[in-house]
């Protein structure tokens, strides 16, 4: 159990659907994070949040809508999704701005999302 | 720029030590973190490092050259469930973390 909590773990969803990625974190971190991971490739980083707010967005397409209600909760709306979009969709929180802290970021166990 | 390599992937034996190599290449550094992610399950912290030298931790251990740009992740006595993929990962400027694409490590009895 790292803390970290993401649901659905599996997604199965045609181009013109609309759905949402939900992560939850327990360990009162303030910074969370989406990743896509794909196949033999390097986690890439979508969106940070650091105290809700969003600090990070590398060029990721506009079908992809994060939202941060509060500390815990992070989600991430999709629509008109390409298949190349499939891909493992991991959620990450992490304690920031502590002197002397390593700062690690831990993961939920992510989403496997699949676009027909 | 911004680039990180590692092997694609390293098979070893069964109590034996092998040694996974990272190479990075950042506009700033803020240290080297490696992860450890089984298949199917999410990445977990393994070890940091800042400064240059090695930070053992049980029969794992990291070391770290800056000047070199380049870190190595040792397991000893390895173990089946040692079977996994290992993500290198620095931390830049930003105190963002770049990431390797992995090295999966196959364990054979």
């Known amino acids: 159990e790292t803390g970290v909590t993401q649901t659905p773990r599996h997604l199965v969803m045609g181009m013109t659907n609309k759905k949402s990625l939900k992560c939850e974190q327990h360990?009162?971190?303030?910074?969370m994070y989406w990743y896509k991971q794909s196949a033999k490739k390097p986690l890439e980083l979508m969106f940070v949040?650091?105290?809700?707010?969003?600090?990070e967005n590398n060029s990721v397409p506009s079908r992809f809508s994060p939202e941060c209600p509060n500390s815990s909760h992070l989600f991430l709306h999709l629509h008109t999704l390409q298949p190349e979009d499939s891909a493992l969709y991991l959620c990450?929180?992490?304690?920031?701005?502590?002197?002397?802290?390593?700062?690690?970021?831990?993961f939920g166990p992510g989403t496997r999302l699949t676009v027909l | 720029g911004q680039n990180i390599d590692q092997p694609t992937e390293m098979t070893a034996t069964e109590g034996a030590i092998v040694q996974i190599n990272c190479t990075y290449q950042?506009?700033?550094?803020?240290?080297l973190f490696w992860y450890q992610q089984h298949a199917g399950e999410a990445p977990t912290f393994l070890s940091y490092?800042?400064l240059d030298g090695l930070e053992e931790k049980g029969r794992f251990s990291s070391f770290l050259s800056r000047s070199k740009g380049y870190s190595y992740l040792l397991l000893k006595e390895l173990q089946m469930k040692d079977s996994a993929s290992y993500l290198c990962?620095?931390?830049?400027?930003?105190?963002?973390?770049?990431w390797g694409a992995g090295t999966k490590l196959i364990i054979k009895p």
């Open positions: 949040y650091s105290l809700e707010e969003r600090v």
């Open positions: 490092n800042v």
């Open positions: 950042t506009s700033g550094f803020n240290g």
């Open positions: 360990l009162g971190h303030n910074a």
């Open positions: 990450a929180s992490s304690q920031e701005g502590l002197m002397g802290h390593i700062n690690e970021q831990f």
């Open positions: 990962a620095d931390m830049d400027s930003n105190y963002q973390l770049i």
